[in-house]
Every structure is written in structure tokens, then in C-alpha cells.
């Protein structure tokens, strides 16, 4: 009697726990914002009486999606469905059949099967958000340090820090690489303590900086303002990390206090100068003015050298009239040791004819002529 008295609570408890599962459920949360990645959400109506357990939803159950979600519905371990629009959303499909929705003999095959298990619920539903916003303001306080094949002016060496933001584009491809409720500390570190995902981008920077340069022809002074490209050669460098294996993307990415290093910045310094007086006469001349004008100066404050600075102000002069064709030294002149160029001081080797300036790009062909 007494195996027969256990066996009846348990059918007894079995058929109540069952229809006690019956009970339509409402699902609805908020926007998950920047610090979560994924969360489960559970039923909102109770209404003061027991429910039956969390892990059932019934069949016409009601979900809520609000904005900036991807909603998975999982039905015993396995994804069965994905919504990507906000809205209101019927739950049709749960292998946990509801007497509410018709569904009579399935809750009784049910209630049989818990039965036989000692009262244990044989099946599993869930309902997860996964965030679908841009996650902004991802940053480290390391700072890279990478060489730059730079397309003008040649191998340029910088450091700088970066920051980035992201979006999951592939909620089921990054739910299975969590498969649990999520926040974005936990999954991508924080400043001073950042984690693989993080790691990942910033281990692939030198990567993506050699794209800029060698495929894309971006120069330095335009690899700050050119974020769209730079974004794409960080996707492209960390695509089968990011994407393939995560449905992640980077959305933006900027280089924090980037610094060149002494002989990098000489170099960019000394081109762009040099480039400047080659495409603009104007202010060729105006570097002549300068240069006279600091002469005048100089001689002024030396009476010793009085003579000889105004002698130099003279064939300055005659330079200033003609930069080009008036050029003081010339082979014509019986010049044949090096001179220097009158507008940097290079020395210049005129045993072999140059047509520009070593270091300011100055023309100097007229040197030679004759």
C-alpha cells in the first residue's frame, strides 16, 4: 500500500506541476544598454499564484522585443527561432503544449512524462536577448607601439592607444560562444585589465595600420581623418577571430594620442617643408625675404662683419629677382669644388649634377649649367 500511496502523489503532483505550466506567460524587458551583451528574460505576469516552473513556456505565450535586441527563443538546448525587429511576438512553436491554447493531449503526454521521471519536468524553454546596439568606448591604457610603411614618406614609427566601438551582427554565432547571461566587462576587460576579444584587436593593429598603408596609399597626416578605411583593414585583420567565430564587428575605431617617433617626425617635417617651397613660388620668395631680412639683422648687430654680410645681401638679392636662372654658383663660374644650396646650406656635390636639393627639394639644375 505504501508503493501505491507514493506512486499516487507522484501522479498526483505530477498533473498538478503540469498545470500549473499551463498558464500563458508575458515576456517583455527593457533595452539591454551598454553593459549587457546577453540576458535571460523571465516571465512578467504572476499574479499571486504559483506558475509551475520557470524552465516551461507555454505554447501562445507572449513576447515582448523592445528596440536594440535580437530575441533567441531556445526550446530544449536548441535555438528554434530569431526575431530582429522589435514588436510583439507569439510563442508557437514550444515543444510544452497549453490546455489554454488546445493543446490537451500534449499536456497530459506531458504530465505522463514527468511521471515517470519522479515528478522532474523533462524539457527546457528560454528566452534570451542578446544586444544588437553599438557598444561604444572600448579602451585600453597600453600603448602600441608599429612601424608604418607610409606611401610618401616612407617608414614612419608611431605609438598611440586605441578605442574602438562594436556591434554583434550574428546573435546566434555569439550566443553559442557565451551561451549565458553576459555583461560587456565580463567579456571584453576593462581598461587596465582587458580580456581576449579586446586583445585580439589590438594584437591585429599592425596588421591593419600595413593595409592602410601598402593597399590603401593612406598617408600619415591623412590616417587620422581616413576612419572609414582604417575601420575596414581592423574587420579584415581580425575577421576570422571577430566574425566568423563571434558575429562580431568593430563599428568605429580611433588612435588616441598617436606620437611620432624624433627621426619620424624630422622626416615628415623636413618633406612637407621642402614640398611646400617646390609647389609654391610664393613662398620660395618669401623664404628668400626671411632669410635676407635675418641677415640684414645679423649684420647690423656685427660692425666686424658689416662688409661681408651686405656683400651677401647683394647676391641674395639677385637670387630673390630669379630664384631659378640667377643662381650665384654655377659650373660656368669655374666653380669645381661643392658649394652649399642658398637656401638650406646643404653642401652640394658638384661633381655630380643634381636637379633638386638632397633636403629641401629646392631646384637647383641651374648649379650646373653651362
Known sequence: MGFISNVTGVISDSINS????QYLESFRADSLGQDRLVERIYRQNSRGFNQGNSEIISAGSKVLVPEGVYALMIDNGQIVDTVSEPGLYTWENSSSKSVLSGGVKGVMEDAFDRFRFAGEITKSQKIYFVNKLEIMNQTC??????????PVYGNLYFKFRIMFSFKIIDPVRFFKCTGKDTKTSDFMGT????KIPFL????HMEEALNLCATRDKVPFPQLLSNK???????????????IERRGMVVESIALVNLTLDEASRKRVEQFDFAKILADDPAALQAMIALGLTEAAQSAASNPAGTGVGFAGLG???DVADNPITSMPFT??????????????GTQLPLQKPLEFCPACNAN???????
Open 141 to 150: 591604457n597600453k600603448y602600441i607601439t608599429v612601424p608604418y610603411p607610409d
Open 315 to 317: 647676391m641674395a638679392g
Open 331 to 344: 659650373a660656368a663660374q669655374n666653380i669645381t669644388g661643392p658649394d652649399s644650396c642658398p637656401f638650406c
Open 191 to 194: 581598461e587596465y585589465s582587458p
Open 18 to 21: 503540469e498545470l500549473q505550466d
Open 228 to 242: 572609414t578605411k582604417l575601420k575596414d583593414a581592423v574587420n579584415e585583420a581580425v575577421a576570422k577571430k571577430w
Open 364 to 370: 637647383i639644375r641651374s648649379y650646373y649649367s653651362g
Open 200 to 203: 585580439e584587436v589590438q594584437d
